[in-house]
Protein backbone atom coordinates (compact mmCIF):
# COMPACT_ATOMS: atom_id res chain seq x y z
CA UNK A 1 0.00 0.00 0.00
CA UNK A 2 1.38 3.26 -0.80
CA UNK A 3 -0.54 6.12 1.36
CA UNK A 4 1.40 8.59 2.70
CA UNK A 5 -0.52 9.04 5.95
CA UNK A 6 0.19 5.08 6.79
CA UNK A 7 4.08 5.09 7.84
CA UNK A 8 6.75 2.21 6.52
CA UNK A 9 7.79 1.73 10.01
CA UNK A 10 4.25 0.40 11.82
CA UNK A 11 3.37 2.99 14.92
CA UNK A 12 0.29 4.17 16.56
CA UNK A 13 -1.52 7.01 14.45
CA UNK A 14 -3.55 8.91 16.62
CA UNK A 15 -6.85 10.33 15.17
CA UNK A 16 -9.79 12.37 15.78
CA UNK A 17 -11.15 10.01 18.48
CA UNK A 18 -8.37 8.57 20.22
CA UNK A 19 -7.67 7.89 24.02
CA UNK A 20 -5.73 11.55 24.18
CA UNK A 21 -7.68 13.68 21.51
CA UNK A 22 -9.49 17.31 22.00
CA UNK A 23 -13.16 15.45 21.62
CA UNK A 24 -11.69 12.98 24.78
CA UNK A 25 -12.70 15.98 26.89
CA UNK A 26 -15.87 16.29 26.36
CA UNK A 27 -16.46 12.34 25.67
CA UNK A 28 -14.15 10.60 27.76
CA UNK A 29 -14.75 6.84 27.47
CA UNK A 30 -13.93 4.98 24.51
CA UNK A 31 -16.79 2.31 22.72
CA UNK A 32 -16.20 -0.97 22.33
CA UNK A 33 -18.80 -2.96 19.71
CA UNK A 34 -17.96 -6.44 21.10
CA UNK A 35 -19.88 -9.46 18.98
CA UNK A 36 -22.85 -10.84 20.96
CA UNK A 37 -22.76 -14.48 22.42
CA UNK A 38 -26.65 -14.60 20.68
CA UNK A 39 -26.03 -13.28 17.47
CA UNK A 40 -24.19 -12.91 14.08
CA UNK A 41 -24.01 -9.34 13.69
CA UNK A 42 -27.44 -8.45 13.71
CA UNK A 43 -29.07 -11.99 12.34
CA UNK A 44 -31.06 -13.68 15.33
CA UNK A 45 -31.41 -10.30 16.85
CA UNK A 46 -34.95 -10.29 17.14
CA UNK A 47 -35.62 -14.15 18.34
CA UNK A 48 -37.66 -13.99 21.63
CA UNK A 49 -36.13 -17.44 23.68
CA UNK A 50 -32.52 -15.65 22.57
CA UNK A 51 -33.34 -12.40 24.00
CA UNK A 52 -34.27 -14.29 26.98
CA UNK A 53 -30.62 -15.58 27.45
CA UNK A 54 -29.06 -12.10 27.13
CA UNK A 55 -30.41 -8.62 26.76
CA UNK A 56 -28.51 -6.01 25.46
CA UNK A 57 -26.64 -3.90 27.96
CA UNK A 58 -23.68 -1.75 28.37
CA UNK A 59 -20.29 -3.01 30.46
CA UNK A 60 -19.22 -0.34 32.20
CA UNK A 61 -16.43 -0.42 35.33
CA UNK A 62 -17.57 0.73 38.71
CA UNK A 63 -14.59 3.23 38.41
CA UNK A 64 -16.84 4.81 35.54
CA UNK A 65 -19.97 4.09 36.98
CA UNK A 66 -19.79 5.43 40.27
CA UNK A 67 -19.02 8.89 39.78
CA UNK A 68 -22.21 8.85 37.48
CA UNK A 69 -24.14 7.44 40.45
CA UNK A 70 -24.72 4.21 38.01
CA UNK A 71 -25.51 1.05 39.63
CA UNK A 72 -25.96 -2.38 37.95
CA UNK A 73 -29.38 -2.65 36.33
CA UNK A 74 -29.72 1.24 35.73
CA UNK A 75 -31.06 2.35 32.44
CA UNK A 76 -27.97 4.48 31.23
CA UNK A 77 -27.82 6.87 28.20
CA UNK A 78 -24.33 6.63 26.06
CA UNK A 79 -23.98 9.58 23.65
CA UNK A 80 -21.66 11.26 21.46
CA UNK A 81 -22.38 13.75 18.94
CA UNK A 82 -23.78 11.49 16.31
CA UNK A 83 -26.57 9.70 18.88
CA UNK A 84 -27.81 8.26 21.96
CA UNK A 85 -28.93 5.13 23.08
CA UNK A 86 -30.49 4.24 26.40
CA UNK A 87 -29.37 0.65 27.92
CA UNK A 88 -29.48 -1.22 30.93
CA UNK A 89 -25.81 -1.07 32.55
CA UNK A 90 -23.90 -3.83 33.80
CA UNK A 91 -21.34 -2.50 36.03
CA UNK A 92 -18.49 -5.06 35.91
CA UNK A 93 -14.31 -5.25 36.73
CA UNK A 94 -14.51 -7.62 33.48
CA UNK A 95 -14.07 -4.22 31.15
CA UNK A 96 -11.51 -1.73 32.24
CA UNK A 97 -12.11 1.84 33.35
CA UNK A 98 -12.23 4.02 30.60
CA UNK A 99 -14.30 1.97 28.02
CA UNK A 100 -17.78 0.91 27.98
CA UNK A 101 -18.89 -2.29 25.76
CA UNK A 102 -22.18 -2.53 23.64
CA UNK A 103 -22.39 -5.49 21.52
CA UNK A 104 -23.28 -5.07 18.04
CA UNK A 105 -25.82 -6.20 16.19
CA UNK A 106 -28.82 -4.81 18.38
CA UNK A 107 -31.58 -2.84 16.20
CA UNK A 108 -32.04 0.66 15.69
CA UNK A 109 -35.21 1.20 17.92
CA UNK A 110 -35.13 5.00 18.39
CA UNK A 111 -38.27 6.76 20.30
CA UNK A 112 -39.60 10.14 19.82
CA UNK A 113 -36.80 12.14 20.48
CA UNK A 114 -34.74 9.91 18.38
CA UNK A 115 -32.86 8.13 21.57
CA UNK A 116 -32.54 4.63 20.12
CA UNK A 117 -33.67 2.00 22.81
CA UNK A 118 -32.37 -0.88 21.24
CA UNK A 119 -29.06 -0.56 22.31
CA UNK A 120 -27.92 -0.18 18.41
CA UNK A 121 -23.96 0.58 18.72
CA UNK A 122 -24.34 1.84 14.88
CA UNK A 123 -25.64 5.37 16.41
CA UNK A 124 -22.51 6.12 18.19
CA UNK A 125 -20.04 4.36 15.85
CA UNK A 126 -17.88 7.19 13.11
CA UNK A 127 -18.33 5.88 9.88
CA UNK A 128 -15.65 7.07 8.19
CA UNK A 129 -12.66 4.45 7.12
CA UNK A 130 -9.30 4.46 8.65
CA UNK A 131 -6.26 5.51 6.79
CA UNK A 132 -5.69 1.82 6.31
CA UNK A 133 -9.72 1.49 5.05
CA UNK A 134 -10.99 -0.50 7.39
CA UNK A 135 -13.78 1.04 9.63
CA UNK A 136 -12.74 1.72 13.22
CA UNK A 137 -15.70 0.66 14.61
CA UNK A 138 -13.93 0.32 18.40
CA UNK A 139 -12.79 4.34 17.79
CA UNK A 140 -15.50 6.18 19.57
CA UNK A 141 -15.55 8.36 22.23
CA UNK A 142 -18.85 9.09 24.79
CA UNK A 143 -19.99 9.76 27.52
CA UNK A 144 -22.35 8.16 29.78
CA UNK A 145 -24.83 9.38 32.39
CA UNK A 146 -28.19 7.61 34.44
CA UNK A 147 -30.90 8.23 32.37
CA UNK A 148 -34.52 8.63 33.91
CA UNK A 149 -35.64 4.86 35.64
CA UNK A 150 -38.61 3.58 34.25
CA UNK A 151 -40.81 3.78 37.32
CA UNK A 152 -40.82 -0.04 38.74
CA UNK A 153 -37.15 0.26 38.86
CA UNK A 154 -36.74 3.59 40.40
CA UNK A 155 -34.69 3.45 43.42
CA UNK A 156 -35.96 4.36 47.28
Keep these: MNNPRIPAVPKYLGHEEHYDAPLAR ?14 THSTLERVPWLQDLETQGAWIHPADADPRNIDDGDLIDIFN ?10 VTERI ?20 DLGGCANTLTNDHPSPGGAFPMNS ?8 PQRPEEKKA
Excluded: F
Design 81 to 90: HRGRIRITAK
Design 26 to 39: KYPLQLLTAHSKIR
Design 96 to 115: MPGVVNVCQGAWYTPDADGV
Design 140 to 147: ALVQVERA
